[in-house]
């Protein structure tokens, strides 16, 4: 039963990250055109577009430590194959691009919570790789 808290709680605790994660992202002047997008190889938590350059967003809210560290090689590698996806898909392939994480610290009292946009924040990885 704990764990089935636990995994609805993180998923709250995500989807309000995405959230906060966007709005961020608007006020710096990124449009965000698409959330939640899944494949069978990844997810992608947001698809922005900065300028003339798609972004790839991942989100990771915590409530301590450092949330950014979860953005794994795996994970990386996993979110490089739903981008590599939808730029098929949308016949997208010379779009310039990028992935971005967006790391969420929320604090254990009512404060908003502090967020730290890293831009570039690895490169494509693994087979298939895309070129910016």
Avoid at 36 to 41: A, F, Q
Avoid at 117 to 123: K, Q
Wanted: proline share 3%.
């Amino acid at each position: 039963m704990r764990s089935v808290v636990q995994a609805l709680w993180n998923r709250l605790l995500g989807q309000r990250g995405e959230r906060v994660a966007a709005r961020f992202l608007r006020r710096q002047g990124l449009r965000i055109l698409l959330r939640g997008y899944r494949t069978r190889s990844g997810e992608i938590d947001l698809i922005a577009r900065d300028g003339q350059t798609l972004v790839f967003v991942e989100v990771k809210a915590r409530r301590q430590g450092v949330p950014a560290e979860a953005v794994t090689p795996e994970k990386q590698r996993r979110i490089t194959l739903a981008a590599l996806h939808f730029l098929r898909k949308y016949n997208l392939l010379e779009q310039r691009s990028r992935f971005d994480v967006v790391a969420i610290l929320w604090p254990d009292d009512r404060r908003a919570p502090e967020v730290q946009h890293i831009r570039n924040a690895f490169d494509a990885v693994g087979r298939g790789q895309m070129f910016r």
